[in-house]
């Protein structure tokens, strides 16, 4: 008897598997060129974390996330987004007092149990990014202009390619 992969999970092999790590050399590339530095969070927090961040009436809090009790019955969660571990990351460690702006980004895999419908995923793969200590303005205009204005030098691409 073989064992088959869980619906809305993927095998990667290569040609997407190199994709993905182009991409992510890429992000690391670009967003290191723009001042922000590399974070990586747990794949899975306590589930209480996006309860209170993203809100218990949401639907990603309701029906969508991967909750289950550890063996202290305390209830966990796999990552459903990034930003509320980056948040968490950022108070626990102190960062927060530290410095007067922090750019961050991270890159990995999110879960959200929804109904797999075609081009989506139980697992999915996102690059986010944050700039925290600030109220400016400009910050948004930081979070876009890697995004819209770039060259990667692992790869080539620019946004001229588009």
Do not use: W
């Not at 990995?108 to 989506?120: I, L």
């Amino acid at each position: 008897m073989s064992i088959a992969r869980i619906k809305g999970f993927a095998d990667m092999f290569p040609p997407q598997s190199d994709n993905f790590t182009r991409m992510e050399n890429c992000a690391r590339d670009i967003f290191g060129r723009y001042g922000f530095v590399e974070l990586r969070t747990p794949l899975v927090e306590f589930t209480e974390l996006f309860q209170r961040s993203i809100g218990e009436e949401t639907d990603v809090v309701q029906k969508e996330m991967y909750t289950f009790p550890d063996r202290k019955g305390r209830s966990l969660t796999l990552r459903p987004e990034a930003t509320a571990g980056v948040m968490r990351a950022y108070i626990e460690s102190g960062l927060n007092s530290r410095e007067a702006v922090s750019r961050l980004f991270t890159t990995g895999p999110m879960f959200r149990y929804e109904r797999p419908q075609k081009g989506r995923m139980r697992q999915f793969h996102q690059i986010n990014c944050e700039c925290l200590g600030t109220q400016s303005p400009l910050a948004d205009a930081e979070l876009i202009t890697p995004a819209v204005v770039y060259t990667c030098s692992v790869c080539g691409a620019s946004s001229s390619d588009r």
